[in-house]
């Protein structure tokens, strides 16, 4: 796919492509279109984890509606890849409130615990 980004890990594939007019919204389609050839070769995508997510600091960005063959295909503000969460203006927001929530929730389970092993008879 030339002038598209191509990244493949496991079970998971990212295209990527820049996006400066209609005509480049029209090739990031036609890119998604040729994942036609895993249906050929009997291979399942799963439409229901398929993201689309803009990064972009303009104001004023390009949107245009992709489908991944028959289903259109969510357009996202929040994306996970790997372990990290990125926002569409790249930063690290929505990780710091994932991350800051995590550790809430075991400093609570971690209080309970020992609240209750220092309430025993002995």
């Known amino acids: 796919m030339p002038g598209a980004t191509i990244k493949i890990f496991d079970d998971d594939a ?5 996006i400066n007019s209609v005509d480049h919204c029209i090739l990031l389609q036609s890119d998604i279109e040729r994942t036609q050839g895993c249906k050929a070769n009997c291979m399942k995508l799963n439409s229901g984890k398929t993201a689309l997510i803009t990064f972009t600091s303009n104001t004023n960005a390009l949107y245009y509606t992709r489908e991944l063959w028959d289903p259109l295909i969510t357009q996202t503000d929040t994306i996970k890849d790997l372990v990290v969460q990125l926002d569409s203006k ?5 990780h710091v409130d994932y991350i800051f929530s995590q550790s809430v929730r075991m ?4 209080r ?4 209750s092993i220092s309430t025993l008879d002995r």
């Open 14 to 18: 990212k295209i990527s492509r820049a």
């Open 107 to 110: 400093l609570g389970l971690t």
């Open 90 to 94: 790249l930063h690290f927001h929505a």
């Open 112 to 115: 309970n615990v020992t609240n």
